[in-house]
């Protein structure tokens, strides 16, 4: 089953189309509130995907020689993803998912495109890989762009740059696409370890035809198999200085409730493990 969740989900789609316009007079409504709750996913799952590629890529020993290293990616990535078509030249990989047979399905998303990594540093005070995607897809969502990505055996977290180009591919939003920079740390949720999930904290922004946008992510904690996160909050901040504060929580195991708040006015919705949302 494909996880809409990634790391950071609730922030584009329809909060773009929403917000990105002149300022109003009237409150936000608990109409336009579900419905940006809803249709905002659908953009995010660009991170989602780029979250994806780079937990299958990253997964090696630390310290040993680099081109031993991306040997170690390589052999990961085989293993998780036999359709993967893998040219390795030193320490770099260059990747073709889909070009062989085999599953091509990994966190829930099911690998195409093309991806490349460089191992630049794997020394147990810091690691450091510079991720390149080129249409790399999940059938729902295609993203171009990089990320670098770097990490120590003495830190859980791994801290992660990126720039990226994201368009959707399917549904009503098709074609909706935008360019997106985030600078976050991510590191395993305390319960299940990165296998189940993780913990982010730092910043993205983004432009889009309605403007530029602004998000801070406090302790947001998400995991693959949720369509948005368990716990922590994102605060947006719009091309109209608007802003809106998204906090989640757990209801249970299936059920995560999100309380939506803009000056004024706050609204809660229950969202389902399918991503369905009731107030």
Known sequence: MRSRLSVCLLSLGCLLLLFGCPPRTQEL?????????????????????????????????????????????????VSQLPCALITRRASTLTIEYGAAPGACIYRGHSFAGEHSISILRNAANEVAVHQEWNGF????????????????????????????????????????SGTGRGDRTQTPLAEGGLATGMRID??????????????DIDSVEVRWSDPVPQAGAYVLTTPTGMSLTLAFD???????????RSGTRAFSFSIGPDGNVAR
């Open 202 to 215: 730092g910043t993205r922004s983004w432009d889009d035809p309605a403007g530029h946008f602004d998000l």
């Open 250 to 260: 757990r209801i249970d195991s299936s059920r995560i409730r999100v309380s939506a």
């Open 137 to 176: 897809n999940d059938g729902h969502v295609s993203i171009s762009g990089s990320a670098d990505v770097t990490w120590s055996r003495t830190t859980a977290s791994r801290h992660v740059l990126h720039e990226i180009t994201w368009t959707v591919l399917t549904g009503s939003s098709s074609g909706m």
């Open 29 to 77: 409504s608990a109409g336009e509130a579900q419905q940006a709750l809803e249709e905002s996913s659908l953009a995010a799952q660009a991170e989602t995907l780029l979250a994806a590629g780079v937990d299958v890529t990253t997964q090696f020993t630390i310290g040993n020689a680099i081109e031993q290293a991306a040997s170690e990616a390589q052999a990961f990535v």
